[in-house]
Nanobody, 123 residues
Framework: QLQLVESGGGLVQPGGALRLSCRTSEYTSGSYAIGWIRQAPGKEREVVPCISSSDGSTDYADSVKGRFTISRDNTEYTVYLQMDRLKAEDAAVYYC????????????????WGQGTPVTVSS
């Protein structure tokens, strides 16, 4: 069964940057789309960016376009989320999650989840 482990969360000031990592237990390119899904207190989970399995195409939520970048390093079985120009509203627990092949904004369609890593944006 596919396993995912996130790392890289922490405290950052507004305007700062963080890079999250999601290490998978097996090669995912060609099989799984990987999404970063965040949940802020009192809010619904949302798929922030996702990278598909086949051609590596990416989807971004409007709220993070131009600030966040998702990438996949197949040699290290790792998917990264580079977060720049962070805002207070980006604070959340960030999960990486996998689903079959193609990206989706439907959170419940992601069948494999990591344990989450918290991101706090505060001065």
């Amino acid at each position: 069964q596919l396993q995912l482990v996130e790392s890289g969360g922490g405290l950052v000031q507004p305007g700062g940057a963080l890079r999250l990592s999601c290490r998978t237990s097996e090669y995912t390119s060609g099989s799984y789309a990987i999404g970063w899904i965040r949940q802020a207190p009192g809010k619904e989970r949302e798929v922030v960016p996702c990278i598909s399995s086949s051609d590596g195409s990416t989807d971004y939520a409007d709220s993070v376009k131009g600030r966040f970048t998702i990438s996949r390093d197949n040699t290290e079985y790792t998917v990264y989320l580079q977060m720049d120009r962070l805002k207070a509203e980006d604070a959340a627990v960030y999960y990486c999650a996998a689903r079959s092949r193609y990206c989706s904004g439907y959170v419940a369609s992601y069948g494999y989840w990591g344990q989450g890593t918290p991101v706090t944006v505060s001065s």
